[in-house]
Structures are given as C-alpha cells and as structure tokens.
C-alpha cells in the first residue's frame, strides 16, 4: 500500500522494557503515519508510551519489534551509525529542558547545530523565525524560561528539519510563555513545512493540531481530525 505523503509510518511497535524483576510493555502494537506539513498532538496519562513512541519515531531508541518507516527507508534496519546521520540530517528534536549550553549566547547555541547541518539556516535567520531576532548575542541566563525554549526550538528548526519531534515543549513555562513558544511551532510548521509532533498533558493544545493522537497504556486508542483549528492565543489553559 502507498502512502505518498507519510513521512513516518509504523507497522504494529512494540516496545518492553526488562528491568530484570519486571517487564514494562511501553508500547503494544501502534501502528500510524505522520505526514508532511501535518501537526499532530500526541494526549496520553503519564507512562502511555508517548515520550517512547516519540523516541523510536526520532532514532533515539529502536522497538522490540515492529516496523517503522521514514519515507521508504526502513529505519528498524539501520545500523546506529546511520540512526546517527538521520537523526542528524532530518529531525529536529525539542525536549521539555531546553538542553542549552550557559556560556554560549542564543546566537552561538544554534551555531552548535549550522555548523554541522547540510543547508542550514543562519543562526539569525532560525532566530527571527521564533521571534528572537532582538535577543541575539544573550545568554540563556538573560532570557527566560520561555524565550529559551524558543532559542532551543530555533537550534532545531536551523537544520531544516523535515521532521519536528517536541516532548513537552511548553511543561515548565506558565500559560504566556507557553503560546509563545506553540505560535512559534505553529510558524515553524506552515512556513517550512516541517512535520510536527507534539507531546503534552495539556488537554486544551489538542486544538491547534491538525490531528490529535491519545496513547493509554502503550496502544493508540483513538485519532481525533480538527475540522477547525485554534490559534495558539485561542487556547483556554
């Protein structure tokens, strides 16, 4: 079966953990597609596999078993060097802490990621993008919680990912400072296309997605399509 617009595509993962006294099973079976240019918000209770689920999808960790596409690239197969290069070549990942580097500037820390990219973005450019355009040469400690997590998403967006990977973007900011950094994921999604995947707890965020995925208990137990989406500033926290 074709699918032309599938970025990532699972066939039936299964994740288990064995922590030698106990199996977890962190997934059971998922199978799903996310496509390019879509946004999807990914629902789920603590331990419903999400974060896992997100991890495979971005090379990050393999399944026990199961497959999963990237176009029409077995990435299951890959030897860990070339989960390497995918990760670095194609995903973009943006982690609840924003993993910036202190002594560095918001310039210098997306210049970390140029400086290996294939056909980056300028530093400035991935900046401006996010809204930063004015806060260049800070350092983290002179921004806050919220313009950190939009320096960190700029460091993702400025090697042209064709794939945003987001685990819990907004969970340390207040409600401000967390429609700031989805309107710049909402941007980031329309201007570059870039498939998006966002992990939250936030029940209210399912609104901006264009499809809503609700794990429980590592299965995939139902898909929500938006008919209308919300802006970011629309979202009742």
């Given at each position: 079966m074709s699918h032309?617009?599938?970025?990532?595509?699972?066939?039936?993962?299964?994740?288990?953990?064995?922590?030698?006294?106990?199996?977890?099973?962190?997934?059971?079976?998922?199978?799903?597609a996310l496509n390019e240019g879509e946004l999807v918000v990914l629902l789920g209770a603590s331990g419903s596999g999400k974060s896992t689920l997100l991890n495979i999808l971005g090379?990050?960790?393999?399944?026990?078993?199961?497959?999963?596409?990237?176009?029409e690239r077995e990435l299951t197969r890959a030897?860990?060097?070339e989960l390497t290069r995918f990760r670095r070549d194609h995903?973009?990942?943006?982690?609840?802490?924003?993993n910036l580097v202190p002594s560095l500037t918001a310039r210098e820390?997306?210049?970390?990621?140029?400086?290996?990219?294939?056909?980056?973005?300028?530093?400035e450019e991935a900046l401006a993008r996010v809204g930063l355009a004015h806060r260049l040469d800070h350092f983290p400690a002179e921004l806050s919680g919220g313009e950190q997590q939009r320096v960190a998403i700029a460091r993702a967006i400025a090697k042209r990912p064709e794939v945003l990977l987001c685990d819990e973007p907004?969970?340390?900011?207040?409600?401000?400072?967390g429609v700031q950094v989805l309107e710049a994921l909402v941007a980031v999604n329309e201007e570059m296309g870039a498939a998006t995947a966002i992990i939250t707890h936030n029940?209210?965020?399912?609104?901006?997605?264009?499809?809503?995925?609700?794990?429980?208990?590592?299965?995939?137990?139902?898909?929500?399509?938006?008919?209308?989406?919300?802006?970011?500033?629309?979202?009742?926290?």
């Open positions: 032309p617009r599938a970025v990532f595509r699972t066939e039936g993962i299964t994740k288990v953990y064995d922590t030698g006294a106990v199996q977890v099973h962190a997934l059971r079976g998922v199978d799903l090379g990050l960790d393999r399944p026990t078993a199961g497959r999963v596409f990237f176009r030897s860990e060097a995903v973009g990942f943006v982690f609840q802490f924003y820390n997306v210049a970390l990621v140029t400086e290996i990219a294939r056909a980056p973005l300028r530093p907004t969970g340390a900011l207040d409600s401000a400072a029940q209210a965020t399912r609104r901006i997605a264009h499809r809503v995925l609700v794990l429980a208990d590592g299965r995939l137990v139902r898909e929500e399509v938006n008919d209308t989406r919300l802006a970011p500033a629309e979202v009742h926290w």
